[in-house]
């Protein structure tokens, strides 16, 4: 079974609707981020929590929301979706425990398999 | 605003060969260091992590990092059709990861 999965994995909507997409994570990781992607922009965060009770802005929020349901789980909603969200959404984890000094890893980033939105 | 630079591509090499990808970041208190492949259409998969400045081998994968030039590689040596994808590279800080736009190889056969 994969250790992050993504619901749905392709969606089609309407200006105006909202959407929810979801993320799920069986790795244990505290650390849980949603990022879109465009062609020719690259990766861009929209939003990441450290635990529960963290949630925090990225690079592109506006027009998003969030909710981290529990470790496991971080949901991101358009609460009114617009063409120009259109885009391949992708969620990942990441566990900060320890450190390259201490020899773990250090914010490596592992992703689920992604949802493709269409906004109409 | 943090910044991390990819040549585009693409990067076209023969099977067997050498593929070589370059990356350079802006901030200098950049912590560890990352490489990415993404197929078309699907999600990006963690290939290389470096932390330390040098060399750092995993199979017929070399990263290389030079902190001083803000400068990290990737090397892949014997390259395979399969390794056509779009290799990101991601740098962090304490936080949070940037990506660059990432460089598109095509290996021939």
């Known amino acids: 079974d994969a250790d992050v999965t993504q619901t749905p994995r392709n969606r089609i909507t309407k200006t105006g609707k909202r959407i929810m997409l979801e993320c799920s994570q069986t790795?244990?990781?505290?650390?849980m981020y949603w990022y879109r992607q465009d062609p020719g922009l690259g990766l861009r965060l929209i939003y990441y929590?450290?635990?529960?009770?963290?949630?925090n802005k990225g690079e592109i929020s506006d027009g998003y929301s969030v909710s981290r349901q529990a470790q496991a789980k971080f949901s991101l909603s358009l609460e009114s979706a617009i063409p120009n969200q259109t885009a391949l959404y992708f969620c990942?984890?990441?566990?900060?425990?320890?450190?390259?000094?201490?020899?773990?890893?250090?914010?490596?980033?592992?992703f689920g398999p992604g949802t493709r939105l269409t906004v109409l | 605003q943090k910044e991390v630079e990819q040549n585009s591509g693409p990067l076209s090499v023969p099977e067997g060969a050498i593929a070589s990808l370059n990356c350079t970041y802006s901030?200098?208190?950049?912590?560890?260091f990352f490489w990415y492949r993404q197929y078309s259409g699907k999600s990006p998969e963690l290939i290389m992590s470096?932390?330390?400045?040098g060399d750092k081998e995993d199979g017929r994968f070399t990263a290389q990092l030079n902190k001083a030039s803000q400068y990290v590689s990737l090397l892949i040596r014997d390259s395979q059709p399969s390794d056509s994808a779009t290799y990101l590279c991601?740098?962090?800080?304490?936080?949070?990861?940037?990506f660059g736009k990432g460089t598109m190889l095509l290996v021939s056969p």
């Open positions: 990942a984890t990441s566990d900060l425990r320890g450190g390259p000094l201490t020899g773990g890893s250090y914010n490596e980033q592992f």
């Open positions: 790795k244990g990781h505290d650390r």
């Open positions: 929590s450290f635990d529960v009770k963290d949630i």
């Open positions: 901030d200098r208190v950049s912590q560890s």
């Open positions: 470096i932390y330390s400045n």
């Open positions: 991601a740098v962090t800080g304490y936080s949070t990861l940037t």
